[in-house]
């Protein structure tokens, strides 16, 4: 992960993004914020670390189950492993016929040879049990990752505000969280200063004047956004 980390930022220290203070919107009333700069591709090197790290995690719980059985049975069944489920009990069918997957048949079978005890333990961290049907969910996230690992490589294709930070001066700042970064793209707006202006210090003259044009300086924190081949 701290190998990622560092790809991640030495990459974007060295492609940067720049928000500049773009054209003032007559009806809005306000500045837009866009974007310029920044990469055009993303290194390969970045999925493969991605579904490593993916792998581990996933592995790790696999392992943590495992240990869990051997301490109810000798002989634990043997595609034991940690279950991750959105949906928890269900009558739906699929398209091909079938029920769709659920945890309390489907997920219970996989954690067999665990004290029963333990069950419903294990189903309070589903994702079934989180807010969005599960979607946003670490687990369901880093199992769909692992999955698309398995069959291909994940690729980074874009990517999209994840935070920001502004200094300066401005009637107010709003940001647009999840907007995709290219070129031209709005990642927010600003307010302009009142009419009458604001007082500053200025140091040159070592007087108080008053400041009516917006100065604001913006830095913009790049996330990733994976391609079509893979769910997260």
Request: hydrophobic fraction near 40%; include cysteine.
């Amino acid at each position: 992960m701290a190998s990622l980390q560092t790809a991640l930022r030495d990459f974007f220290d060295s492609n940067p993004y720049e928000v500049v203070l773009g054209e003032f919107d007559e009806q809005a009333g306000h500045h837009e914020l866009r974007v310029e700069g920044g990469p055009t591709s993303f290194p390969d090197e970045w999925g493969v670390v991605i579904g490593e790290i993916a792998h581990d995690l996933r592995s790790a719980l696999d392992g943590l189950t495992w240990q869990l059985a051997l301490r109810n049975v000798s002989e634990p069944y043997r595609n034991t492993c940690f279950p991750i489920f959105r949906v928890g009990r269900t009558k739906r069918s699929l398209p091909g016929g079938g029920l769709i997957a659920h945890f309390w048949k489907n997920g219970t079978r996989d954690i067999q040879s665990i004290d029963a005890g333990l069950w419903a333990r294990i189903e309070g961290f589903q994702p079934l049990k989180r807010g969005n049907g599960g979607k946003l969910n670490p687990l369901f996230l880093l199992h769909e990752l692992n999955r698309s690992d398995k069959h291909r490589l994940i690729s980074v294709l874009v990517t999209m505000v994840s935070g920001m930070e502004v200094s300066g001066l401005s009637g107010g700042t709003t940001f647009e969280m999840g907007v995709r970064l290219q070129p031209d793209a709005k990642v927010g707006v600003v307010l302009p200063l009142p009419s009458q202006g604001v007082p500053v210090f200025d140091f040159t003259s070592g007087r108080i004047r008053m400041l009516s044009e917006v100065e604001v300086t913006t830095s913009i924190t790049p996330g990733v956004v994976f391609g079509d081949g893979c769910d997260a």
